[in-house]
């Protein structure tokens, strides 16, 4: 079993920063690769980005490259979601999951551990 908990979300304005955290606590999350996701009201849960279990390889949603960065520290057993020239398309729950693929995947399906969320909202 791994238990992940999120923080790091709040309000910020349009084109400001966030960084959101990914605790990882059971197994070692060194094992998984971990993935972010988002939910807006009213929509799906969307992808958002993935890295791999050696931090080695990671991966993007197109609406969110070249602003958005993850990166993991697996001596803390911690993710990181660093956002930056957030925009109000962002404002969603943002999720942390963990997948036994070992470069991840895109598909929401395949995480076998789910944090709780947390709520980033970009006001314009």
């Known amino acids: 079993q791994v238990q992940l908990v999120e923080s790091g979300g709040g309000l910020v304005q349009a084109g400001g920063s966030l960084r959101l955290s990914c605790a990882a606590s059971?197994?070692?999350?060194?094992?998984?690769?971990m993935g972010w996701f988002r939910q807006a009201p009213g929509k799906e849960r969307d992808f958002v980005a993935v890295?791999?279990?050696?931090?080695?390889?990671?991966s993007y949603a197109e609406s969110v490259k070249g602003r958005f960065t993850t990166s993991r520290d697996n001596l803390k057993n911690t993710v990181y979601l660093q956002m930056n020239s957030l925009k109000p398309e962002d404002t969603a729950v943002y999720y942390c999951?963990?997948?036994?693929?070992?470069?991840?995947?895109?598909?929401?399906?395949?995480?076998?551990?789910w944090g709780q969320g947390t709520q980033v909202t970009v006001s314009s």
């Open positions: 059971g197994r070692t999350c060194s094992s998984y690769a």
């Open positions: 999951a963990a997948t036994g693929s070992p470069l991840g995947t895109v598909v929401a399906e395949a995480y076998d551990y």
């Open positions: 890295v791999s279990w050696s931090g080695r390889s990671t």
